[in-house]
């Protein structure tokens, strides 16, 4: 049943393109004004889903709504409501920036021409493309295109906002630019946006939905992802003949995962431990331990959203 | 959805949604650049260009040299022969080239993505091509030279061709080239190839005549043969026990269901 909490719900939606899976039966819900990263490998089913979303693919299977309305059935009432930002935004080469954002701008509203433009000068000063109005966009840069597709989405100020990697062609500034809007945009509309720049997601996002394989495989508020009751990263660098504490470390039961890497003529372990309890109060002391071997450093990670990323990533391939 | 107070959310439903905005679009590619011109001129130059040669020109240069049958120039075609054969061989090829990437290069450019993720129906978008493409054709190959044409003829001969036949004749020419349109819009809908819609589109209106030769009854369901038809009609004198109607009829339900394939294929495309 659509809830009048959630802008997305999809039910066991597939797309198999022949033989390729490109959705796996996926369930998911975004809630109203979250701002959600969906994040995955290149070729994780991200717009594919996202075109579902938006009635530009048929489903094999399933269904979804977006709004309550059924992707298939309703998409035009669909599309009345949302902006979408393709991952490389195309327009029409010859037409200016203004001509485009007129352009769509009459799909949605019928009125005056200078009501109309009205609406096209705040889009194009909202991205900061007031100056280059009326250069054909065939001359744009990545980024002013990338800027000109967040405009065109924005147009009919939109419930929902679905972004396919909208930074992921810019440079570092331009990059910080998308970020402010996308944020700057967060009280009046909700995001829903694939990326594969995790730092991003991190920075804007509420929720988090990581897609693998066509699969949904994490999902949830990014606080939790990133929550203490998860997997915590020990770094530590050792020297000397390490074999017999790491075989030690190996079989305890709060160890999740030990990585070993060779650090010049030393050691470095990245140690994941499920009870941070446990290793806050017994690690250390079981590592000095072994007087055969000496701890040069030792620390405990924050956990950030690329640790998480890697780790149910390669959770999922391994059980696949 | 907040909307400023001058302006109104567009209610359009249905197939309509996004018409009227794409065929602005449409008619500007025609009518706000130079196509209408390059192709006013281009096949102007081609049809009136070599009927003027051959009516006018070719005359002149057989009066001024020595040692040529004079009575050889009466077996010359007509004006309204030439005129007609060379549109019904040329205007096909034209719609052929105007039409091709038109639907294909929004497919790749991903322009047809953009407009298909805003208030659009997928029918309004391949109907927006056609009428902005048959608009565009219309005026630049059928009207604008029959004009010049009717105008050359009369010159030339001293005295208007039938009006009325002559608009049968031009009518013709319409349900022909609106079928060669249909046929390449079909084709760009369906294949993601612009060799294979070109190959049917010129293969068909180039090879149309040699089929016709061959398999004689085509000659009664296909356009294939109004390009001989159309002076005839325009001349008066129709072929005898030839059922006339009969190519016309079968053409327009050719173009009808043409266009109803490229609408239904393009509703069910992956894009």
């Known amino acids: 049943m659509p809830s009048a909490d959630h802008v997305i719900q999809t039910h066991h939606l597939t797309k198999y393109f022949d033989e390729v899976k490109a959705l796996k039966p996926l369930d998911l819900v975004v809630p109203k004004h979250s701002i959600t990263g969906l994040l995955g490998p290149n070729g994780a089913g991200k717009s594919t889903l996202i075109k579902l979303l938006l009635g530009l693919f048929r ?32 327009f029409y080469p010859e037409m200016t920036a203004r001509e485009i954002l007129r352009f769509t701008a009459r799909f949605f509203y019928t009125g005056p021409k200078h009501a109309i433009d009205e609406r096209v000068e705040e889009m194009l000063a909202m991205v900061g493309l007031s100056d280059k109005a009326d250069r054909p966009v065939k001359g744009f840069s990545g980024g002013e295109r990338q800027r000109l597709g967040i405009a065109q989405a924005q147009i009919n100020e939109p419930d929902l906002l679905i972004l ?33 720049i995790l730092d991003d997601v991190q920075r804007v996002s509420d929720r988090v939905m990581i897609l693998n394989q066509g699969e949904l495989i994490a999902h949830g508020p990014i606080e939790e992802l990133l929550s203490p009751g998860r997997d915590v990263v020990y770094t530590i660098t050792v020297e ?3 074999d017999q504490a790491r075989k030690k470390l190996e079989t305890l039961p709060w160890v999740a995962h030990l990585f070993e890497e060779p650090n010049n003529a030393h050691k470095r372990w990245r140690l994941a431990v499920s009870d941070p309890e446990t290793a806050k109060r017994d690690l250390l002391s079981l590592l000095v331990s072994f007087p055969e071997m000496t701890v040069l450093s030792y620390g405990r990670q924050e956990r950030h959203l690329e640790e998480v990323f890697m780790q149910v990533i390669a959770g999922a391939n391994h059980e696949s | 959805m907040k909307a400023d107070s001058s302006l109104k959310i567009d ?56 040692n040529v049958n004079q009575a050889q120039l009466s077996t010359l075609p007509g004006g309204v022969e030439i005129f007609f054969s060379l549109a019904g061989l040329a205007f096909p090829i034209g719609v052929v080239i105007l039409v091709q990437g038109s639907v294909i290069t929004e497919k790749e450019l991903g322009t047809a993505e953009w407009i298909l993720s805003k208030p659009v129906s997928r029918t309004a978008f391949v109907l927006a091509k056609f009428l902005g493409h048959a608009l565009g054709i219309l005026m630049t190959l059928v009207v604008c030279q029959s004009l010049v044409a009717y105008g050359l003829i009369w010159l030339n001969q001293g005295a208007p061709l039938p009006l009325g036949n002559f608009i049968k004749g031009v009518g013709v020419l319409v349900i022909m080239l609106l079928f060669y349109l249909s046929l390449v819009l079909m084709m760009e809908v369906l294949s993601d190839k612009r060799g294979t819609v070109l190959a049917i589109g010129l293969g068909s ?25 159309s002076p005839l009609i325009v001349l008066g004198s129709p072929p005898a026990g030839f059922p006339v109607w009969l190519p016309l009829f079968s053409t327009v339900v050719m173009s009808i269901t043409f266009l109803i394939i490229a609408i239904r294929g393009f509703n069910q495309k992956d894009l």
């Not at chain 1, 909208?166 to 909700?190: C, F, H, Q, Y």
């Not at chain 2, 001129?41 to 051959?54: A, F």
């Not at chain 2, 369901?221 to 038809?229: A, D, G, H, R």
């Open chain 1, 59 to 90: 489903p094999t299977d399933g269904s979804g709504e977006v709004f309550g309305l059924d992707i298939q059935r309703q998409s035009p009432e669909i599309r009345r409501r949302v902006g979408y930002l393709s991952q490389e935004p195309h």
């Open chain 1, 164 to 196: 396919d990697e909208p930074a992921s062609a810019l440079d570092p500034m331009g990059r910080l630019d998308v970020l402010n809007i996308m944020s700057s945009l967060r009280e009046k509309t909700t995001i829903f946006y694939a990326t594969h």
């Open chain 1, 240 to 242: 000397g003949d390490s």
């Open chain 2, 11 to 66: 209610q359009t439903q249905g197939w309509r949604l996004g018409l009227q905005n794409l065929l602005i679009r449409e008619n500007n590619q025609w009518w706000k650049t130079s196509r209408w011109w390059v192709q006013t001129l281009v096949w102007g130059l081609i049809t009136n260009g070599l009927l003027v040669l051959l009516l006018v020109l070719l005359p002149l240069v057989v009066n001024v040299l020595p």
């Open chain 2, 205 to 229: 209106a180039l090879g149309g005549m040699l089929l016709v030769q061959l398999f004689p009854f085509l000659g009664y369901i296909t356009p294939f043969m109004l390009s001989n038809l």
